[in-house]
């Protein structure tokens, strides 16, 4: 499972990752004699100024050389098969000595070996804070490798970068997602509004179809009153000119037209005149033949009236 920190380096550049620590040449000095002489320890003393930690890199002269063979089946732990022969061949089991393997030709590995005592005299008297000592020009594992502690301030700021810009890249989100929740509750809010909003229109669009719809009923009831009381202000002219003798059986206004029917006793022409003589009478003649009622001998008429113009509905 890839962990936090290999996550942002594969996520951050690297000179972001090592910002405020830029990266540092190592300080590396070349011994080809032991024990240490004076010109090489005024150049390790000029290389460690300041605390820097110097990297000693030993001569390989310096090293007895030897081939030992090493199987395929034995390279898994080249170390241990190469430390138990040089013990099987060393005087003493190499008690004192120090070595150090390399790949060699075939199924041999080259060792280098040091007494260990020229590695503790070089450690004790190079006067400055030593980083690595490795074999110069071979690739082999350090003699003497202090990383650990001369390496940890670059260590743990190059822990702590990936760190802090995380935090702060984190933090950028977080403000941002910040401000996007913000947006959305105000879009939201917005849209609620305008919901609202919405449904008040609603409402009084209703409101003011339903206020339309009563005030049309109100002016058609008072049309139709208008109506009916100018019937019946019709009606009372008709028959206080016509007389006792005249029956009206219908009385019906369209526009500007008053349509009469009924009997009477006498004359058609007498009602005709009564008629016409009203003063909003503008013309008015029989529709169809007059007839007799039937046993009575009473004479059954139609009159249209034709209205004048300001008395017209």
Known sequence: MIGLRE????????????????????????VAALPLEPAARAVLASAGQGGAAVEVALAPELFLKRAVPLPAA?????????????????????????????????????????????????????????????????????????????????????WAMPMLAGLVLLAVLGGQAVRLWQADQAVAAGEARLAALRDEAAAARATAEARDAEGAARQADALRMARDGRRMALLADVTGALGDEVWLTSLMV????????GFVAGDVAQVLAAVKALPWVAAADLDGAVGLGEG?????????????????T
């Open 7 to 30: 996550r942002l380096e594969g996520a951050l550049p690297d000179w972001l990752i090592r910002a405020g620590l830029p990266p540092r040449a190592v300080r590396r000095v070349r």
């Open 74 to 158: 034995a390279r898994r732990d080249a170390a241990g098969a190469v430390a138990l022969q040089m013990r099987q061949s060393m005087p003493g089991q190499a008690e004192g000595l120090i070595w150090r393997h390399a790949e060699g030709t075939g199924e041999t590995v080259e060792v280098y070996v040091l007494k260990e005592a020229r590695l503790t005299e070089l450690l004790r008297e190079a006067g400055v804070r030593l980083r690595r000592v490795v074999i110069d020009g071979v690739a082999t594992a350090p003699l003497h490798d202090a990383r650990g502690e001369t390496d940890r301030a670059e260590r743990f700021w190059n």
């Open 254 to 261: 369209q526009g500007d037209v008053l349509r009469l029917g």
């Open 296 to 312: 009575t001998g009473e004479r059954r008429f139609q009159v249209i009236v034709t209205l004048r113009a300001e008395d017209g």
